[in-house]
């Protein structure tokens, strides 16, 4: 009898506490949340949305464990990131060291936000993953609720990518500052000729 689990959270049980399993990183990025700004995309997300710009981050397996230690130098070295976003993935599936990274960073005058598939209310709520509310209460910016294709917006003038998601503003300072678009691109060529695209561009998409 095969008694392999099937659970596909099964794989964060493997990530060492103090890290983190992540899709990828870039700095200074400027698509992905007010100013110039860090990114962190965590590795898993059991929603699969169609239309999905990161599907290579469903998978639950251990992609790249990073610690919230050298997360946080590495943040921290740059000075042209003022602030820092958690996406995905789904941030709130690691949320207690994904807590512990915006502690840090933010007792160095940094601002953190997230973006989730996940409702404010169901992380509100008794179901709500482990260390939900412990996130919660560092974050500066929420934007919360799942990609819905059929309800995607494809403006270069929204922050968010469908007109289900909403934009929490936890910190009074963002309220004039949400002016990002969601419906745009952004390429990263790094020293080794390797590159990374984030944002999202479905106003091609025909």
Known sequence: MDTKSTNPYSSLKNVPSGYLNIMGYVDES????????????VQGCKRECGGCFNTESWSFEINRLESVDSLAKKILSKPGNKG???????????????ASLARRVKASG?????FTGFTLDKLRSQQAPVGSQELLEQLDILIDGPFIKSLAIN??????????????IFNPDFQDKITWASDQIEIHVFKDGSR?????QGWREQ
């Open 30 to 41: 400027e698509v992905n949340g007010p100013g110039s700004r860090a990114v962190v995309w």
């Open 196 to 200: 990374l695209v984030t944002g999202y």
């Open 155 to 168: 403006s270069p003038n929204s922050p968010v990518s469908s007109s289900n998601q909403r934009v929490r």
């Open 84 to 98: 820092l976003t958690f996406s995905g993935g789904e941030p709130f599936l690691q949320a207690t060291e994904l």
């Open 110 to 114: 940094l601002n953190v936000m997230a």
